[in-house]
């Protein structure tokens, strides 16, 4: 163990921040696939059927309980479904502007997967027993970058419609820029009250995600609250804001099947298709690991009780790698909480028509936003010398 | 008079909209939890009721005649012309003599055949039944033709108190033939 400590250490630093990256990128990917096969499944158990539950590799027939556990839950579609995509024609229609074509699902993947570097995932104990974020790069303007980077995933869904060169996929990409680009300023909106929360006057102000779970991780009081019990308003257009960003139902204009066939993919087949898929539950995974760290308090188990707290019950004081992995499977916990809530509303809602997303967009949540600020400004300056 | 639909105006709670998500998301959780509702079809078979109309099948009397005469009813009544029938003497030897005719060829063409159960109604001889046989596939269109043998095959020996034939017969030897 300590020889490779001992290697990790001498790496060059670049080197380290690489492997790291691709740990985090290899732990997305297949969740991200994963997150399809979830998807399956809990839609099958909403409408009483019992989903896919067929694929099973021989070798794992042979395990008596085991096996036919994990045939019934379906987790061999993955794989089937995943090794499907890469093996299938990958087709090039005729029609396109192949360049721009080739391009969209790339550029789907890349904000989806660079949004991950600044949202932490953990924490844990340093030596000096203060708490240190896990997270590939804890920048100072955490939100602002997570925001930043991730309002570019809509220009791969216009370059997919518009080099699709075709009707359906054109509409598709329309709408899903007007609708990213409308919900984005009532999502950033939302957010600024937790940010003037946390940012005492006069101190050095930061956006940072971790500067937010700290304040959540106080033991009474003001300091110990998820943000979701102080400001729940801000939480719920935070959440709405996410679901049309991620194109879910009942936003999911970008591909509406009944009038627009697939929407902006529609000429894409194989694993280019894929990476579209891909990017959208990577999408809702850090849209909801975002939610959950800046109003469900992050990697802390419960309002008031703060991890550092278990780690003192559990004895995981001076053990940063236990403690790590913990707060990760919290936050995990949390997050994949909000995966099935993004599918259980999916399976719950029916789609709003084009003209109802904007009105929702602008006439409601918009002022609701600003409405929100307003009040929280008013209401922190008031409150803030006090505490 | 119309019966005029009394539109009311949305409720409050009906404008708030999420009420009324959060309690679609409570029925679509009690199906998360109820038990399924679908069969899983090639290990679970679901149960025939009586009456159901299968694929058409020839059946024998319970003494193991055949019982179809090649009357070539069902083929005339056929909608879709499925039934092709090719009439044939039984030779005079046979225990089954006293019959009239017994079919030589007798093919339904089970990509024609639209389940109507009309051959079944037709049938003087209640020779033709469509049973609980539902699922009829194959690879080829000659697979999908269904010749005597495999038609006596499906259908088997059914249940028969009329022995008409051999009444017959017996009515004959005492001399009191119609």
């Known amino acids: 163990m300590s020889a490779v400590m001992q290697l990790w250490a001498s790496l060059h630093p670049v080197v380290q921040m690489l492997v790291k990256g691709l740990a985090v990128i290899g732990v997305m990917f297949p969740f991200g696939g994963a997150c399809s096969l979830i998807e399956r499944k809990v839609s099958a158990w909403m409408q009483g059927r019992p989903g896919p539950n067929r694929a099973i590799p021989f070798w794992f027939a042979w395990i008596p309980v085991i096996g036919p556990f994990l045939q019934r839950l379906g987790v061999f579609h993955l794989l089937a479904d995943g090794g499907k995509m890469f093996l299938k024609e990958d087709s090039l229609p005729g029609h396109v502007n192949k360049f721009y074509f080739l391009l969209a699902p790339v550029l789907a993947m890349i ?234 509303v999916r399976w719950t809602v029916p789609r709003f028509r084009y003209d109802q997303v904007m009105k929702l967009g602008w006439q409601k949540l918009l002022p609701l936003a600003i409405g929100n600020l307003i009040f929280y400004a008013i209401l922190i300056a008031w409150l803030q010398p006090k505490f | 008079m119309p019966y005029v639909v009394e539109r009311k105006p949305l409720t409050l709670s009906e404008r708030l909209y999420f009420p009324q998500i959060l309690a679609g998301m409570r029925v679509t959780l009690k199906h998360l939890i109820a038990p399924n509702v679908t069969m899983e079809y090639p290990e679970q078979r679901p149960a025939i009721p009586p009456g159901y109309r299968g694929v058409p099948t020839l059946v024998m009397d319970p003494n193991g005649r055949e019982k179809c005469v090649s009357c070539q009813l069902c083929e005339f009544v056929c909608p879709p012309k499925a039934i092709r029938i090719t009439p044939g003497e039984i030779p005079h030897n046979a225990p089954t003599a006293h019959v009239e005719k017994a079919p030589q060829a007798f093919d339904i063409d089970m990509l024609r055949c639209i389940y109507c159960g009309l051959c079944q109604e037709v049938c003087p001889e209640e020779a033709i039944f469509l049973q609980n046989q539902y699922s009829m596939t194959g690879y080829t269109r000659e697979e999908m033709v269904n010749n005597k043998a495999r038609l006596y095959e499906l259908g088997g020996t059914l249940p028969d108190s009329h022995h008409k034939w051999d009444k017959k017969k017996a009515a004959e030897a005492h001399g009191n033939a119609h």
């Open chain 1, 111 to 344: 904000p989806a997967l660079t949004t991950v570097t600044v949202v932490p995932f953990g924490a844990y104990l340093d030596d000096a027993g203060r708490l240190a974020p896990l997270v590939l790069a804890n920048l100072d303007v955490g939100i602002l970058a997570v925001f930043a980077v991730s309002s570019l995933g809509v220009y791969s869904l216009i370059l997919a419609g518009w080099a699709s060169n075709s009707k359906y996929p054109f509409l598709g990409g329309v709408r899903a820029s007007a609708q990213l680009i409308s919900y984005e300023i009532s999502m950033t909106l939302s957010v600024l009250p937790v940010f003037l929360m946390i940012n005492a006057p006069g101190g050095d102000g930061s956006l940072s995600l971790f500067r937010v779970v700290e304040f959540q991780s106080g033991t009474s009081g003001w300091h110990g609250t998820w943000f979701i019990l102080t400001m729940p308003l801000a939480a719920v257009i935070f959440l709405v804001s996410l679901f049309a960003e991620t194109n879910r139902l009942p936003f999911d204009m970008a591909e509406c099947d009944a009038d627009l066939v697939g929407g902006f993919h529609t000429e894409y087949g194989s694993m280019k298709w894929g990476l579209f898929f891909v990017a959208e539950y990577s999408h809702m995974l850090i849209g909801s690991g975002v939610f959950v760290l800046l109003f469900l308090g992050g990697w802390n188990p419960l309002p008031w009780v703060p991890l550092e707290r278990v780690a003192g019950w559990l004895h995981l004081v001076d053990k940063p790698l236990l403690l790590g992995l913990l707060s990760i499977v919290i936050f995990m916990g949390k997050g994949l909480l909000f995966i099935f809530v993004f599918m259980w």
